[in-house]
């Protein structure tokens, strides 16, 4: 069974451009979730998608954002990038919606998206 | 609040040794979660195990074991005989996936 893939695996971005990440989870998983991952705050929670719908987010500004298609694949987007953005970018995906219930649903990790901002 | 704290930024030690790694949580809910994931350089969190609030039993999985202990609201974990492939980041995290910092294991051969 494959796991969950993303690409780019490298992205070298200027500040004010814009970028889009793409995610595909493990197949039969409907639930993707999105991480930024810095030396400085570590692994922060962005967003979570569940059958096309955002089921939670993070405290991150309005220029993250995101989608899944009916597929379950999703984007993330960045726009307006700043050097701040220059993180490695983790997607997850679970069965069911990992921020619902108890939380109980493991997350199966891609190998994450590079982003450097110049 | 909700938290986790892994004390430990980096630990090394010599192939064979028996290594433990901390992890202190902070929960406001009765019924919880807690998670452990290994990161090797490539980048990829691996999951290593799951445990529930309500099973205070130790778990071991070949040379891999944890310790749960809800009175002290720790969840540790322990690789006995410890190899270089374990080399790699180990994060906590609880229900809600608020990730500990991670602690970076080196094993020197």
């Known amino acids: 069974k494959a796991g969950v893939t993303q690409t780019p695996r490298y992205l070298i971005k200027t500040r004010g451009q814009q970028v889009t990440l793409s995610c595909s989870p493990i197949s039969g998983h409907r639930s993707v979730s999105w991480y930024q991952q810095t030396p400085g705050q570590g692994l922060q929670f962005l967003f979570e998608y569940f059958s096309e719908t955002q089921r939670n987010k993070g405290n991150f500004p309005g220029r993250f954002s995101g989608r899944q298609f009916s597929n379950s694949r999703s984007e993330m987007n960045v726009s307006t990038l700043e050097l701040g953005d220059s993180a490695l970018y983790l997607c997850a995906s679970s069965f069911l919606p990992h921020h619902a219930g108890t939380g109980e649903n493991i997350q199966y990790f891609g190998a994450g998206t590079r982003l450097s901002v110049l | 609040a909700q938290k986790v704290t892994q004390a ?102």
């Open chain 2, 8 to 109: 430990q930024t980096e630990i090394s030690v010599v192939e064979k040794e028996d290594v433990t790694l901390d992890c202190v949580y902070e929960t406001r809910d009765t019924t919880y979660y807690l998670f452990w994931y290994k990161q090797p350089p490539s980048g990829e969190l691996v999951f290593l195990i799951r445990r529930n609030s309500f099973d205070e039993q130790n778990e071991i999985s070949g040379r891999y074991s944890w310790n749960f202990q809800k009175s002290t609201s720790s969840f540790n974990f322990t690789i006995t005989a410890s190899q270089v492939v374990d080399s790699a980041v180990y994060f906590c995290a609880l229900h809600d996936m608020r990730f500990g910092a991670g602690t970076r294991l080196t094993v020197k051969p």
